[in-house]
């Protein structure tokens, strides 16, 4: 059955630097979402990608955040200069309608 | 943003037993309702939905219930086996917004 994927598992940085989280949707799959979860709170939402730009994001997802499909099969969430409240789970996840949305494993970012 | 509730953080059931997880919502505009599973340091995983036109949807041992009047949805899970044992998450989704707005979770544990 096809999943999405997510590399790496785990990311440990330091403060102030730049991290790339990556994401391959699956492929028939038009609608691509970033979300996180902080630990012991409720999964949240980032933003939503579509036709190749993004189409909503949340509050969260200030200047530091950006996102990219650079080709047909992996989507990318990268954050600028990451920050200690960046540490969470964050998931990717895919859909063909938008409705349903199918999550990745996650990458949990640890910010040191 | 508290527009989906889940009051119960834990639930504990008799394997074999019928699990009943329960959400409410605030925001009478969603038009999709979905439940997740999720175990530690995994993405959710989707397991059943239901459009807000319907009242009841079904898929082998899993049963959604909306009453859109309360505003409220239910997950059965019968009969409830072990490999049950994880957090459960109700989400909503409306036409042109893009993302799910997810409820705290409920950790349901099978007791054998």
């Known amino acids: 059955e096809p999943e999405v994927t997510q590399t790496p598992s785990h990311q440990v940085t330091q403060m102030g630097q730049e991290v790339i989280l990556r994401c391959v949707p699956i492929s028939n799959h038009l609608y691509f979402y970033w979300y996180r979860q902080i630990l012991g709170q409720k999964v949240e939402f980032l933003v939503s990608?579509?036709?190749?730009?993004?189409?909503?994001k949340s509050e969260i997802f200030d200047d530091q955040f950006s996102v990219e499909r650079p080709d047909g099969s992996n989507f990318t969430l990268k954050i600028r200069s990451t920050k200690l409240e960046d540490s969470a789970m964050y998931f990717c996840?895919?859909?063909?309608?938008?409705?349903?949305?199918?999550f990745g494993p996650g990458t949990r970012l640890t910010v040191l | 943003d508290q527009q989906v509730k889940q009051n119960s953080p834990s639930l504990s059931v008799q394997e074999g037993r019928i699990s009943i997880l329960n959400c409410d919502y605030t925001?009478?505009?969603?038009?999709?309702f979905l439940w997740y599973k999720k175990y530690p340091a995994e993405g959710p995983t989707f397991l059943i939905s239901?459009?807000?036109?319907?009242d009841k949807n079904e898929d082998g041992r899993f049963t959604v219930f909306l009453n859109k009047s309360a505003k409220h949805l239910s997950l059965h899970i019968v009969p409830s086996q072990p490999g049950d044992s994880a957090v459960y998450f109700c989400?909503?989704?409306?036409?042109?917004?893009?993302?799910?707005?997810f409820g705290t979770g409920t950790r349901l544990t099978i007791i054998p």
């Open positions: 996840a895919s859909s063909y309608q938008g409705n349903e949305q199918f």
């Open positions: 239901i459009s807000s036109i319907k």
């Open positions: 990608f579509y036709n190749n730009e993004i189409s909503e």
């Open positions: 925001n009478s505009m969603f038009d999709y």
């Open positions: 989400a909503a989704w409306n036409f042109g917004n893009e993302k799910l707005t």
